[in-house]
């Protein structure tokens, strides 16, 4: 393995961080604080509980995995499409760089922003509402899965989109509204049993689910399903990305 070449990409990728240190890291925490001013002062203010849990501390899973998932697609998407953009990825693949170390270097680049941010936003969450972390090894199990599911998922988009509108298409129009109608900001034992049903078959549910069980023991489905959920995604992920490097997808076109 040739370690020098994945760090020089991990380094490379974590220093694009620093440069936009208010994009990365500071608008997100903003965001997240307004979260919390208006879903858990003014709503919170009318919904007591949920499921025994106050209900500002109850958004901060979901809050988090927003977050999370987000950050980890546009920083991993961006991270291979520039390379692509101004025409540098082909110096990279015909460098002596194997495809699993230029993966790893920027996965795991974006999986570490990710990670550094998602504790970012709960030590912020800490400011606003009493925390309890019922399992903090099964949360940071979650946190570390979800980052590096979600970074391949990222990696996957940067290699398919052709322009930086589609870098943006899928995070704005799927995974956002995924993430805001699987259970963040309520639990789904509050819909009516046709939107309970509908609702099971958003696969963010099982994230947001597993993640808020690590924090309070509480979810709406069992959290070895939702751990199951995150397992198959990053397989999926993972077989998609080799049969880009395989077959040449979007990189030698």
Known sequence: MNVQAIKSIYLFEMARMRRTLLQSVVSPVISTSLYFVVFGAAIGSRIDEIDGVPYGAFIVPGLMMLTLLTNSISSASFGIYFPKFIGTVYELLSAPVSYYEIVLGYVGAAATKALILGLIILATAGLFVPLQIAHPF???????????????????IGIWADNFEKLQLIPLLIITPLVFLGGSFYSVDMLPPFWRTVTLFNPVLYLISGFRWAFYESSDVGVGVSLAMVLVFLALCMAVVWWIFRTGYRLKS
Do not use: E
């Open 138 to 156: 099964l949360m940071l199990l979650f946190l570390v899965l979800t980052a590096i599911t979600f970074s391949l998922f990222g990696f996957i």
